[in-house]
């Protein structure tokens, strides 16, 4: 009898994604489970994992809040919600009166605007709030902050409450679930990480947000799908989602507009990207809100290194030290969940160029792109193809955000 299974294997037999057997096997929830080289091999006995989310649903009294079966969405991701004029972001959070609605903006102008440490520490105080609407915010700000800081762990525990009130949820408000799925879906789609078994459609959960909240919403499945590779799609969304109002809230559509470049530049439509990334830098650099250019830098295609740098140097190199804070935290919560290789040991510029590679861009295009020799070109390539060990492009791609 075969004492082991393959990832594929069990995946099958238990009737759900290989990613999510992966994730089983790093959390320890297969007993006897074995890695072997790069891969999981699963004990043949083994059981099905238990979704702790349920057994905490059933002996943890969900919040007062929830008990009423709804939720209030004022205090959900307050900012992000609101409309206001480039270079006024901190004074729309100071015009809110005080109470956890602008604690939570405020935590969130921090985070946007890449001091994790603050805004960490003005989530902690709300992770378990009754409000639901600032708890669950909280819990998202709470898990991303803690990436930069190297603090694995409590992003882990924040990510894992995210998924737990979207288990809960499902005896809930409508509202609730809608709040509940956007958030949870937020925390694993902008992480690369499989969505949450209790995951709603979009149809159903996107209708009950508010339209701040709902414009990023269709940022994360604009990103979902590009991580799908259906980038004109994916465009397409961005394209409908800010034609419908969502270039007035400054935070979605800076998002909004990171993803198109990265479809366009997926697509070998640098121009169109360079509209796109501009759109976006108008709208952040008034307000300082920069974070989200670090958190997607190795997706973009190597646009900041020729757009930014050259016009905005010092600001490219805040950027730059937001990615690689962010990127090392990122890969320690992506990779051993994911069993995906996303390199860590390249610069953000070969990782940027190996990008492109990747993409099947030749060095002549990637050289003209940049705006460098295409001797500089290979260089860069070659960089990162020794460091990673391989021998050719197309073995590049396991280590990309592909």
């Known amino acids: 009898m075969k004492q082991y299974l393959s990832l594929r294997e069990a995946a099958e037999k238990w009737g759900v994604s290989e990613r999510r057997i992966n994730q089983y096997c790093a959390e320890g929830r297969i007993p006897g489970a074995q890695k072997i080289g790069n891969a999981w091999a699963v004990p043949a006995g083994a059981e099905k994992p238990k979704d702790p989310r349920r057994t ?101 525990f924040a990510l894992g409450e995210l998924d737990a009130s979207l288990a809960a949820a499902g005896e809930q408000s409508p509202q609730f679930r809608a709040a509940s799925a956007f958030i949870a879906s937020t925390g694993a789609v902008l992480l690369h990480l499989p969505l949450p078994e209790e995951m709603p459609e979009a149809d159903y959960f996107l209708p009950l947000l508010p339209p701040g909240i709902r414009a990023f919403a269709l940022y994360v499945q604009a990103h979902a799908l590009y991580l799908k590779g259906e980038y004109a799609q994916s465009a397409g969304i961005v394209a409908a989602t800010l034609a419908m109002g969502a270039a007035s809230y400054p935070i979605p559509a800076i998002y909004l507009h990171l993803v198109a470049v990265m479809d366009y530049m997926s697509m070998k439509q640098p121009d169109r990207a360079e509209t796109h990334l501009l759109a976006a ?69 070969e990782f940027a160029i190996a990008m492109l590679a990747a993409r099947d861009w030749t060095t002549q295009e990637i050289a003209k792109h940049l705006k460098i020799s295409v001797n500089t070109a290979k260089i860069h390539i070659s960089a990162a193809m020794r460091k990673l060990n391989v021998e050719n492009r197309k073995d590049l791609k396991k280590y990309m955000l592909l």
């Open 56 to 156: 905490r649903r059933q002996t943890k009294p969900p919040a007062k809040e929830a008990d009423a079966g709804g939720i209030d969405y004022t205090n959900l991701m307050p900012l992000m919600n609101t409309a206001f004029a480039p270079g006024h972001c901190r004074e729309a959070v100071e015009a809110m009166a005080a109470g956890p609605r602008r604690d939570i903006a405020m935590a969130e102008y921090h985070y946007f605007s890449g001091q994790p440490e603050a805004a960490a520490k003005e989530a902690e105080a709300y992770l378990t709030s009754p409000d639901m609407g600032a708890r669950l915010s909280a819990c998202l700000i709470y898990a991303y902050a803690n990436l930069p800081m190297g603090q694995i762990q409590r992003s882990r």
């Open 281 to 349: 830098w108008e709208l952040a650099r008034p307000d300082d809100l920069i974070e989200g250019f670090g958190e997607h830098h190795g997706l973009l295609g190597a646009m900041l290194e020729a757009v930014i740098k050259p016009k905005w140097p010092k600001d490219f190199k805040r950027i730059i030290d937001i990615t690689y804070r962010f990127s090392s935290g990122w890969r320690r919560v992506h990779n051993p969940i994911t069993g995906h290789d996303v390199a860590d040991d390249l610069t953000t510029t």
